[in-house]
Nanobody, 122 residues
Framework: QVQLVESGGGLVQAGGSLRLSCAASGRILSSSIIGWFRQATGKEREFVAGIRWGYGTTNYADSVKGRFTISRDKAENTAYLEMNSLKPEDAGLYYC???????????????WGQGTQVTVSS
């Protein structure tokens, strides 16, 4: 089991930027995916971005392509989500999670952090 702790959320104006961090304790296998999900009030949790831990290959939701960048520092056991050109609709509770397949919904990802709140003012 991997424990995940998110940080970096906050209040930002539309058009601004934030950088989220996901610090992991425990060994992350190369085949694992570290993903970012978000959940707005009254909505379902949705996938935002993911990175394959070993190869570093990435995957993004269409809604964030070109604005968000996911990366990881294997030495620090930490993943990041750089969010630029933020929109009010990007607001929500952002979670990082560990999984093994992009084809599984959130319930198929075994390990989750507690989340960090992102608020975007218009």
């Amino acid at each position: 089991q991997v424990q995940l702790v998110e940080s970096g959320g906050g209040l930002v104006q539309a058009g601004g930027s934030l950088r989220l961090s996901c610090a992991a304790s425990g060994r992350i296998l190369s085949s694992s995916i570290i993903g970012w999900f978000r959940q707005a009030t009254g909505k379902e949790r949705e996938f935002v971005a993911g990175i394959r831990w070993g190869y570093g290959t990435t995957n993004y939701a269409d809604s964030v392509k070109g604005r968000f960048t996911i990366s990881r520092d294997k030495a620090e056991n930490t993943a990041y989500l750089e969010m630029n050109s933020l929109k009010p609709e990007d607001a929500g509770l952002y979670y990082c999670a560990r999984g093994t397949s992009y084809y599984q919904g959130p319930s198929g990802w075994p390990d989750w952090g507690q989340g960090t709140q992102v608020t975007v003012s218009s």
